[in-house]
């Protein structure tokens, strides 16, 4: 081999070792930069009404090297919602994601209407290694109407029904101004419930705790028989009122990887001008591209001192 091929060669097995030094540093920062300083829940926006049987899950997430893999969730103002073992939800290289499924439990008989909504913000995690702690999640509101004991600890679900019904309660069939028609929700972020007029009434309003914080990302439409009316509008007996509900989220908005599950309340005011509130759910699961991952992960990076 003469000394200009060697040199040559020399001059390739440099740039090839530079290549792949870059290509190593390269995806080192990118593996840093796609985790999380700490594991967290994530940011969730729930709304609940606390009735038996209604439910919502509970996202947690960490890095994949991360020693403390969490088994359970769990708070102590809220003894009547049951919490299913955490699970992995899903594998996302650098990032996993885990899930668990709450639900309420029936209250007491003895069981009073709550008179003001109660905001949870925390809730303890138990790991596999036998560590716990404490960690916000958020906002879960449940709504006033919820069960409390005696003693004020809360006790979430529904007091007896009623004919006419604060925010989270429920009325029987025979009492309330509407009753469940159908309803349904689509993966692209669009769904709808809709609802049998009983009475005529005044349908006033269509309202969330969220929708104001949401803006543009949430919209909704209501129709009655099929046409659709601005609100207030006047219902009669027989009439089915339909709620349709879509999210427009990106991939890359911090709303792509928050947790979002609106009770939205319609109001209803019947003749003698009573109140009641019929429920359509609308959810939106986290969406855990790479690009809302990266983000998700960025934004934790830089709230963190």
């Excluded at 996202?59 to 809220?78: C, G, H, Q, S």
Aim: aromatic share 8%; no cysteine.
């Amino acid at each position: 081999m003469t000394k200009q091929r060697r040199i040559a060669t020399l001059v390739i097995l440099v740039l090839a070792a530079l290549l792949i030094g870059i290509s190593w540093f390269e995806n080192l920062r990118e593996y840093k930069a796609a985790g999380l300083p700490a594991s967290r829940f994530l940011d969730h926006r729930i709304e609940a009404g606390g009735e038996p049987g209604e439910s919502f899950f509970l996202y947690y997430a960490a890095n994949n090297d991360d020693k403390r893999v969490p088994i359970a969730f769990e708070n102590d103002a809220l003894p009547n919602l049951h919490l299913d073992p955490v699970y992995l939800y899903g594998d996302y290289g650098r990032l996993r994601l885990y899930r668990a499924l709450a639900s309420f439990r029936p209250v007491d008989e003895d069981a009073k209407p709550r008179e003001e909504p109660l905001v949870v913000t925390a809730m303890k995690v138990y790991y596999a290694n036998g560590d716990s702690a404490e960690m916000p999640i958020g906002e879960l509101i449940v709504n006033a109407g919820a069960a409390v004991r005696s003693d004020d600890t809360a006790v979430l679900g529904t007091s007896k029904p009623a004919a006419s019904t604060e925010p989270g309660g429920s009325a029987s069939a025979a009492s309330s101004l509407a009753e469940f028609a159908s309803g349904g929700a689509s993966s692209n972020g669009s769904g709808y419930g809709s609802f049998t007029m009983n009475e005529s009434a005044t349908l006033r309003s269509v309202t969330s705790a969220y929708t104001a914080v949401l803006g543009d990302a949430f919209r909704m439409e209501i129709s009655v028989n099929g046409k659709v009316s601005p609100l207030p509008v006047a219902v009669k007996k027989g009439d089915q009122v339909k709620i349709a509900y879509a999210f427009f989220v990106t991939e890359s908005s911090k709303l792509a990887m928050m947790p979002l599950s609106l009770r939205l309340a319609a109001e209803l005011v019947d003749d003698q001008g009573k109140t009641q509130l019929r429920p359509v759910w609308a959810e939106h699961a986290p969406y855990p591209t790479k690009t809302a991952l990266r983000q998700f992960a960025k934004a934790q990076r830089s709230d963190t001192p």
